[in-house]
């Protein structure tokens, strides 16, 4: 059973050309966690949710946006990609923060790609 | 700030046992997690530590010392299936930071 699903798989979008990707769970997590993965390197966390508190790192790029309407959905919106923000996104859950030990459960990723 | 440092890459063979080591220095730590994430896919979670000492969970087991910044994972009785990175991250601030993982080859 799907528990963090992640929609697309695969997105292609053009350079400047604004995108949005999904995430939605079924775990009623109360945080919810974009990071940003590249090849070979570490995810990065952008932001995360706890409930409806947003919580953005001092580091993630204004271009980078999130929405979470309600405790299933999050959003990742990137409003002029480019070529540098092509990379697989994770979106991920948790029962409460990390701090206070709760794993993350991770969706199967979004590969975006900028032409 | 935070640093995380893991070998790049291992390798070993199918049967035998390997140990992947994990040092942090970090400004707030409440505990190490280890995950494990296949090419192209998400990471998936193996084991928590908070407190030292090793903590075993069928053919793995995490290791760690707080006092030493120093974590390890021990796979045993390896499969081919265990190819894969191995993630270690550390949490600290309400949050979770990536070391950038350790590659691992097991070959027949």
């Known amino acids: 059973d799907a528990m963090v699903i992640q929609n697309p798989r695969y997105q292609v979008t053009q350079f400047g050309k604004p995108v949005t990707l999904s995430c939605s769970q079924t775990?009623?997590?109360?945080?919810m966690y974009w990071y940003q993965q590249k090849s070979s390197q570490a995810p990065k966390l952008l932001f995360h949710y706890y409930d409806k508190d947003f919580n953005n790192e001092a580091d993630t790029p204004d271009n980078f946006q999130s929405r979470r309407p309600n405790t299933s959905f999050c959003f990742l919106d990137i409003r002029s990609p480019g070529l540098g923000d092509a990379a697989m996104y994770l979106c991920?859950?948790?029962?409460?923060?990390?701090?206070?030990?709760?794993?993350?459960?991770f969706g199967p990723g979004t590969r975006l790609t900028v032409t | 700030g935070q640093n995380i440092d893991q070998p790049t890459e291992m390798t070993a063979t199918e049967g035998a046992i390997v140990q992947i080591n994990c040092t942090y220095q970090t400004s707030g730590f409440n505990g190490l997690f280890w995950y494990q994430q296949h090419a192209g896919e998400a990471p998936t979670f193996l084991s928590y530590n908070v407190l030292d000492g090793l903590e075993e969970k069928g053919r793995f087991s995490s290791f760690l010392s707080r006092s030493k910044g120093y974590s390890y994972l021990l796979l045993k009785e390896l499969q081919m299936k265990d190819s894969a990175s191995y993630l270690c991250?550390?949490?600290?601030?309400?949050?979770?930071?990536f070391g950038t993982g350790t590659r691992l080859l097991v070959s027949p």
């Open positions: 991250a550390v949490t600290g601030f309400q949050k979770l930071v």
């Open positions: 991920a859950t948790s029962r409460e923060r990390a701090g206070q030990g709760h794993e993350q459960y």
């Open positions: 775990l009623n997590h109360n945080v």
